[in-house]
């Protein structure tokens, strides 16, 4: 069982950043054997993977972030971060941390590709992203 835990949510005017944490623990946690991803829900708009990052450093962006958002992991803190800038309040939402099983060498394409995230086996609680104009 893995538990993730999303942080670093909150309210901010367009143009400016955020940065999430997602945490991640449990007995059968491994970082090299779990692919991340964030993913984004917000009422009255399609659910939408936002980025990946597999345990062999590809990453995957939605093109709507691409530019803007930054995926990144620290092994030694179990913690994958979302780097946001360049807020637009298109980007409002509540963020969810997920994480997918995979091979240590697999690339995001084949470990946790953004566009089925029903491969992912773990969620977190989500935190929310509010950008106002």
């Known amino acids: 069982q893995v538990t993730l835990v999303e942080s670093g949510g909150g309210s901010v005017q367009s143009g400016g950043s955020l940065r999430l944490s997602c945490v991640a623990s449990?007995?059968?946690?491994?970082?090299?054997?779990?692919?991340m991803g964030w993913f984004r829900q917000n009422p009255g708009k399609e659910d939408e993977g936002v980025a990946g990052?597999?345990?062999?450093?590809?990453?995957e962006y939605a093109d709507s972030v691409k530019g803007r958002f930054t995926i990144s992991e620290d092994h030694d803190k179990n913690t994958v971060y979302l780097q946001m800038t360049k807020l637009d309040p298109q980007d409002t939402a509540k963020y969810y941390c997920?994480?997918?099983?995979?091979?240590?060498?697999?690339?995001?394409?084949?470990?946790?590709?953004?566009?089925?995230?029903?491969?992912?086996?773990?969620w977190g609680e989500g935190t929310q992203v509010t950008v106002s104009s």
């Open positions: 997920a994480a997918a099983r995979s091979h240590p060498e697999a690339p995001i394409s084949l470990a946790c590709p953004l566009a089925i995230p029903t491969n992912m086996d773990y």
């Open positions: 449990g007995a059968g946690y491994t970082p090299n054997k779990y692919c």
């Open positions: 990052i597999a345990s062999d450093g590809s990453t």
